[in-house]
T-cell receptor, first 118, second 114 residues
Framework: EAGVAQSPRYKIIEKRQSVAFWCNPI?????LYWYQQILGQGPKLLIQ????????DSQLPKDRFSAERLKGVDSTLKIQPAKLEDSAVYLC????????????????FGPGTRLTVL | GQQVMQIPQYQHVQEGEDFTTYCNSS?????IQWYKQRPGGHPVFLIQ?????EVKKQKRLTFQFGEAKKNSSLHITATQTTDVGTYFC??????????????FGQGTILTVHP
């Protein structure tokens, strides 16, 4: 079974530039998550999709970050404009369908995109 | 909001010694999951605990969920060099309306000296 795919693996940009990350989850996984992991910290959830609907985006800095999952499969996360503090690894994860609120399944993580903002 | 704290932040052991990391939540949890992240890698699921007081074992790893469902621990017996990595706990709020939203602790970095 193929895992979660992410691209690019590395990206270096200057502050105020834009960047986009792509994620393809495990086939059949309805739930997709984007996390930000700053060096030395645990992953922080940015946004969660169930199929193509947003379930949680409470920690997404909406003035500069956006994400979409148009067909309920792959997803893109965009930062515009980037700031120095956005330097981090951006992890995409997926899990199988969650039937109801309060339910939970194990999450499968992709290799991540390491973003450096200069 | 919910906070999940882990201690210690770092642990250095000699190969063969035991290792324990502790996880504490500011709120009661529905479940807790444990992940391992190797250096340069991504988090990999280890186990999920759901019931109050639950204990699960995976070979040399023992996971416990507290009676009040606010704390958890991971114990590794006789560490090996392959155990090197960062161990994260991640919890979901009890009675929450979110679908599987996890709050991760900051992790415990384990190094094992041969």
């Amino acid at each position: 079974e193929a895992g979660v795919a992410q691209s690019p693996r590395y990206k270096i940009i200057e502050k105020r530039q834009s960047v986009a990350f792509w994620c393809n989850p495990i086939s059949g996984h309805a739930t997709l998550y984007w996390y930000q992991q700053i060096l030395g910290q645990g992953p922080k959830l940015l946004i969660q999709f169930q199929n193509n609907g947003v379930v949680d985006d409470s920690q997404l800095p909406k003035d500069r970050f956006s994400a979409e999952r148009l067909k309920g499969v792959d997803s893109t996360l965009k930062i515009q404009p980037a700031k120095l503090e956005d330097s981090a690894v951006y992890l995409c994860a997926s899990s199988s369908f969650l039937r109801q609120a309060g339910s939970y399944n194990e999450q499968f993580f992709g290799p991540g995109t390491r973003l450096t903002v200069l | 909001g919910q906070q999940v704290m882990q201690i210690p932040q770092y642990q250095h052991v000699q190969e063969g010694e035991d290792f324990t990391t502790y996880c504490n939540s500011s709120t009661t949890l529905s479940n807790i999951q444990w992940y391992k992240q190797r250096p340069g890698g991504h988090p990999v699921f280890l186990i999920q605990l759901v019931k109050s007081g639950e204990v699960k074992k995976q070979k040399r790893l023992t996971f416990q969920f507290g009676e009040a469902k606010k704390n958890s621990s991971l114990h590794i017996t006789a560490t090996q060099t392959t155990d090197v990595g960062t161990y994260f706990c991640a919890g979901s709020n009890a009675g929450g309306t979110s679908y599987g939203k996890l709050t991760f602790g900051q992790g415990t970095i384990l190094t094992v000296h041969p």
